[in-house]
Structure formats: structure tokens, C-alpha cells
């Protein structure tokens, strides 16, 4: 993988709970955003916003499974401004709330 797209990668990793822009990333990594877009795209396999939606949720998930944090502090935690943007966006790409997903799923 392209060296540019791994530090991008880490950058990611490492600031989860900030709001993350496409092109502060590519700025923090030297290339224009048009091009990182297209790079990133081509290495990772999905556009940077569906990655970042992607890595944000299954985090989400792991911490509603193994902690006690209510699922407002975790949306906070992934960069969610709100526990119905968090909530939304966790039953669309999990098909069940994130309380369903503790109690049902994980017998909390």
C-alpha cells in the first residue's frame, strides 16, 4: 500500500474522536484533496468518508460491547455530535440500534 495512504491511515486511527476532513488529511500528507481522494479510493477500496464512517462504527460497536459508557458518550467518543446522528448511522449499517446491539446481541 502507498505509504501516503498508510500515514493517512494512522492519522485516521489516531484522532477518531475529532472531526476529521478530507482535506486536512491530504494537507497533513502532501497532496491535493482531488487526488488523495482518487488514491485512497483506488488502495483502500471505498471513498475516505465511508472508510472514516466504517472504522468510527465498528470502534463504536467494540466499546458498546465491552464497557458500561452510555451510548451518548461513546457517540461523543467516535466524533458523533448527537445521540440521534450516532444512533441513525449505527442501525443503518449494523440493522439494529446500538442499546439493542448491547442487550440483544451482547447480553448486557
Known amino acids: 500500500m502507498d505509504a501516503r495512504i498508510l500515514a493517512a491511515l494512522k492519522y485516521i486511527e489516531q484522532d477518531l474522536s475529532e472531526q476529521i476532513e478530507l482535506e486536512e488529511v491530504s494537507r497533513k500528507i502532501g497532496l491535493s484533496k ?9 488502495e483502500v ?14 470502534h463504536a460497536a467494540r ?5 458500561s ?18 444512533s441513525r448511522a449505527f ?3 449494523f440493522g439494529v440500534s446500538p442499546t439493542r446491539y448491547r442487550k440483544e446481541l451482547w447480553g448486557a
Do not use: D, P
Request: proline share 0%; hydrophobic share 40%; glycine share 4%.
Open 34 to 42: 482531488f487526488y488523495f481522494e482518487r488514491l485512497f479510493h483506488a
Open 69 to 86: 459508557q452510555s451510548v451518548y458518550e461513546i457517540a461523543v467518543a467516535y466524533g458523533y455530535t448527537s445521540n440521534a446522528t450516532f
Open 91 to 93: 442501525q443503518r449499517f
Open 45 to 58: 477500496g471505498e471513498s475516505f468518508y465511508a472508510y472514516l464512517k466504517r472504522v468510527r462504527l465498528h
Open 63 to 67: 466499546r458498546l460491547k465491552r464497557t
